[in-house]
């Protein structure tokens, strides 16, 4: 096996071909909410965090969609590692159409993980190790988790396309929004109402 939430217009650092630094737009560390029009099924009123955005693409995991029938206590002993009670209540989440079969653990900066480790700001990292997966067994895991199979991603220029197209809103999550109960338009809906919009009023206009 194998990410505050108040950065409203995110910027991340690179560097310009004279070797200065310059700023590029990106959503990392924001949740994409998928429009009414989604064109693909798989996203549908789907919340997906940002975990990487730059030139080389993005990548990010849904966080209100559950892995059908699979609970993190059942992944645990899969992998032979020991499972608790609390374990049994807590679902496996679908991250994305990609990779359906890698595991990646999103969760609370706290802990510090190793070189499997990505931090994508202060509040939230995500891991892609055995390692993490182990403490999370042994009770010494990060404070707030979800373990997600497979992930979401877009080659270069494919998400500034969609976003475009009204494919999707943002907004900066919380962390109920990442690591919550809660799933599906329950969740959809309340990312919509974080921004002031209003399910009911949006059209179905916007595809990705």
């Known amino acids: 096996m194998s990410l505050p939430f108040s950065r409203a217009h995110p910027r991340m650092k690179v560097m ?20 009414p029009g989604m064109s693909d099924p798989r996203f549908q009123k789907s919340l997906v965090y ?22 993190v206590a059942a992944l645990l002993r899969r ?4 499972a608790s009670e609390d374990h049994e209540q807590m679902p496996v989440r679908y991250g994305g159409p990609v990779e359906t079969m890698r595991g990646f653990v999103l969760h609370s900066a706290d802990y510090p993980g190793d070189e499997g480790t990505l931090q994508v700001d202060d509040e939230v990292s ?10 999370i067994a042994e009770g010494n895991g990060p404070r707030r988790v979800a373990i997600a199979l497979g ?6 220029g494919q998400l500034e396309g969609e976003l475009q197209m009204n ?10 929004m990442l690591f919550g109960d809660e799933d599906g338009e329950e969740k959809w809906d309340k990312a919509l109402a974080k921004i002031g919009v209003d399910p009911a009023l949006l059209g179905a206009g916007g595809t990705a």
Not at 16 to 29: C, I, V
Not at 50 to 71: F, P, Q, S, Y
Not at 126 to 135: E, N, P, Y
Not at 167 to 176: K, N, S
Request: one cysteine or more; hydrophobic letters at 35%.
């Open 151 to 156: 992930y979401s991603g877009w080659a270069p």
């Open 126 to 135: 995500m891991s892609f190790s055995m390692d993490v997966l182990r403490d």
């Open 16 to 35: 310009s071909d004279n070797g200065t630094r310059k700023d590029q737009t990106t959503l990392e560390g924001q949740v994409l909410i998928a429009m």
């Open 167 to 176: 494919g999707w809103l943002y907004c900066p999550p919380d962390e109920e």
């Open 79 to 82: 992998l032979d590692l020991p």
């Open 50 to 71: 940002v975990c990487t955005h730059g030139e080389d693409g993005a990548m990010g995991l849904i966080v209100n969609k559950r892995a059908e029938r699979l609970t």
